[in-house]
């Protein structure tokens, strides 16, 4: 008999409600200490990525190469979460499920993103502290660290709705890769379900509300190197829009909730509501119908 190295959608939706169980049942001081390693694993997927591409994102000719590359990198980040372990925030907005299913309690699920998400904050800002004080900021003749800068100037600088919708559809992708990772019962295949849809969200050019974690506060660090600074070749509006504040208001507020909505209702919530809710409407309607018509 043939043997399946994966599952279907529906054993998946079951499947990520008990995992889901699982994370809110864990001591909060795990939750936090996985969620700073989480942190951290994002923040070295995001440093290499940029590593391997600035030269391209340097150039505008040669800008959507930059991201083909660094997309076929940043999943390494995702995969040492999944298959490491770790507890990443924008993956686990997938708990509403077993919120939805009954399994879970709200609050549970929300002192779960409190600790994950804090965790995250801590694990991908001490990543961007090293990389800032590493001196690997000056390669290419400091134009690594110029592209830092300008790449964290342009996340505060987005509209408050193109920052949400933009979290919006990169959750949905990385939710999806963790999903299918789920899915799959090999290594091999968890490495495949995370490398393809991740490659798509960094390609596509989405916010990730920890990968901005390292991205943005790397930039406002590497601001106080004049070198960097004349690398970026931006204006002195730029520059100073780029700190703390608008790092929060301007990209953290609206890009996480963005990912909230796109993991919480447009994986976990519609997978649930088709294998689950609308299964048992379906396996409760063909119980309750006449005995004549079952005849028929």
């Not at 969620?35 to 997927?45: C, E, H, N």
């Not at 204006?235 to 996480?256: C, D, E």
Request: with cysteine; glycine share 12%; hydrophobic share 50%.
């Amino acid at each position: 008999m043939e043997t399946k190295n994966y599952l279907p959608p529906s054993e998946i939706t079951n499947t990520a409600i008990q995992i889901g169980i699982k994370k809110v049942g864990m001591k909060y001081s795990n939750q936090f200490i996985l969620a700073i390693l989480a942190g951290a694993f994002i923040a070295f997927a995001a440093e290499g990525s940029n590593m391997a591409a600035f030269n391209l994102f340097a150039k505008p000719e040669t800008y959507g190469l930059g991201k083909v590359l660094a997309g076929a990198i940043f999943g390494t980040g995702l995969m040492m979460v999944v298959l490491a372990g770790g507890e990443l925030f924008t993956g686990n907005t997938l708990i509403l499920g077993g919120v939805l299913d009954g399994k879970v309690k709200f609050k549970d699920m929300l002192k779960n993103w409190f600790f994950v998400y804090c965790g995250n904050f801590i694990g991908a800002i001490l990543l961007a502290y090293m990389m800032v004080h590493s001196g690997l900021y000056n390669s290419g003749a400091n134009v690594l660290g110029g592209v830092t800068i300008k790449i964290a100037s342009y996340k505060v600088g987005l509209p408050f709705m193109s920052a949400f919708y933009l979290g919006v559809m990169c959750n949905m992708l990385v939710c999806l890769a963790v999903w299918m990772a789920y899915g799959a019962k090999d290594m091999v295949g968890k490495i495949l379900a995370i490398f393809f849809p991740i490659w798509l969200f960094i390609t596509s050019g989405f916010e990730h509300s920890i990968a901005n974690m390292y991205y943005i506060p790397a930039g406002i660090l590497a601001k106080a190197n004049p070198s960097w600074v004349t690398e970026s070749h931006l204006g002195s509006q730029a520059l100073a829009n780029l700190n703390w504040g608008t790092f929060v208001i301007n990209n953290l507020v609206p890009v996480t909730l963005g990912n909230i909505v796109g993991g919480s209702f447009f994986v976990a919530g519609v997978y649930w509501f088709v294998y689950i809710k609308n299964d048992v409407k379906a396996e409760r309607a063909l119980i309750n119908q006449p005995r004549s018509n079952a005849a028929k």
